[in-house]
């Protein structure tokens, strides 16, 4: 290792442990204790994470990359696809039990609803709404593609209420008897409920490789022939697409889908839970209100999550500078990465 990464390494093993420090949140996260929810600043996409005490938390969903767990919507013969799609401003909001992002069009709002329930910890409902912005009605769909970070268990990916135990492509319609599916591997899994009350029901689940389901344009035929890897793009790569009919939606209607994800393989007690008792989600308030005034820890959390990306900015810049690294450019570094530590101190105090 040269003097110059050296240096580097230093200050970036720096910012790794500033976020490691106990109490850290980030600015766009909600957790229960038993799962968290993360909204990646970046691509405005969800992550979700159970919680294992001390241990590092389990991701459920593929976590390199967030994008790939992503939102389409049909709007007549286009397809949107949130997060990539351009023309479409993306705004973000944290409350207490609730991460929201919004993507907004000359013709569409669409704005993706995480939220916990303390009655019900583990488990997360999500929503996922659709405005027509436009002064004519025209057909709205709506798809999601939910990237599992499990590799199965002895050629086996998920497992559906009916029994079904799925190895190769599926397409699984849900009905009363047939109300959540499960992704697993050796490391735990995650189940989604997409059967019951206040849930809205798919028209068709479709169990299949990632890339096969990304890429296809909106729905799928499956074949009971492929399996789950697409040689050599990827292998045991898992994924379920949820696909939700086409409606028309006149000028200002709104239409939304719900479902419930959770912890877990083994969801048929808690289900019973949400069997005619799923509260239901609170609107997001209108673009035009006034945000709400950011308590001082949550503000601080946001204000040192800004300056650790100017600092890994300001590393970025100097790593692609032809001049050589000096000693005093690192020492400036390592002391603004100090002054966060101690804001961060302050704030955890003030909490407590």
Do not use: C
Not at 172 to 194: D, H, I, K, Q
Not at 202 to 213: D, I, S, T
Not at 289 to 302: E, K, N, W
Not at 312 to 336: G, H
């Amino acid at each position: 290792m040269n003097q110059r990464v050296r240096r580097f390494a230093a200050v970036l093993l720096g910012v790794a442990v500033w976020f490691a420090v106990p109490g850290f949140v980030f600015a766009y996260e909600i957790s229960d204790g038993a799962i968290t929810v993360r909204l990646d600043e970046n691509s405005g996409r969800l992550a979700l994470f159970a919680v294992r005490g001390v241990q590092t938390p389990l991701s459920l969903l593929f976590e390199p990359d967030p994008r790939t767990s992503t939102i389409s919507v049909l709007e007549g013969n286009r397809i949107h696809r949130m997060g990539d799609s351009g023309g479409f401003a993306r705004t973000m909001e944290r409350a207490a039990n609730r991460l929201t992002v919004e993507w907004r069009s000359s013709s569409l709002r669409v704005r993706q609803h995480a939220v916990l329930d303390r009655n019900a910890p583990g488990q997360v409902r999500m929503r996922i709404e659709v405005t027509n912005l436009s002064e004519t009605a025209r057909p709205i769909g709506i798809r999601y593609l939910i990237d599992s970070a499990f590799a199965g268990v002895d050629g086996a990916f998920f497992r559906t209420e009916a029994g079904q135990s799925v190895t190769t492509e599926y397409r699984m319609l849900p009905s009363p008897t047939n109300r959540y599916w499960v992704s697993f591997g050796r490391e735990g899994a995650f189940f989604a409920l997409v059967h019951g009350d206040r849930v809205t029901e798919p028209e068709a689940v479709v169990f299949g490789n990632w890339k096969r389901l990304n890429d296809a344009r909106w729905d799928y035929a499956v074949s009971g022939r492929r399996g789950f890897s697409l040689v050599p793009f990827s292998m045991n790569d898992s994924a379920a697409l949820l696909l939700y009919p086409s409606l028309v939606l006149n000028p200002g209607a709104s239409r939304s889908v719900d479902l419930v994800l959770g912890v877990g393989d083994a969801p048929g007690a808690r289900i019973a839970q949400f069997d005619g008792a799923v509260p239901p989600i609170a609107a997001a308030p209108a673009p035009s209100a006034p945000a709400a005034r950011a308590t001082p820890v949550a503000q601080a959390t946001t204000d040192s999550v800004a300056e650790v990306n100017e600092v890994l900015r300001e590393i970025n810049r100097l790593l692609s500078s032809p001049r050589a690294v000096e000693t005093a450019d690192v020492e400036a570094l390592q002391q603004r990465l100090e002054a966060i530590q101690r804001e961060r101190a302050a704030a955890d105090g003030n909490r407590r």
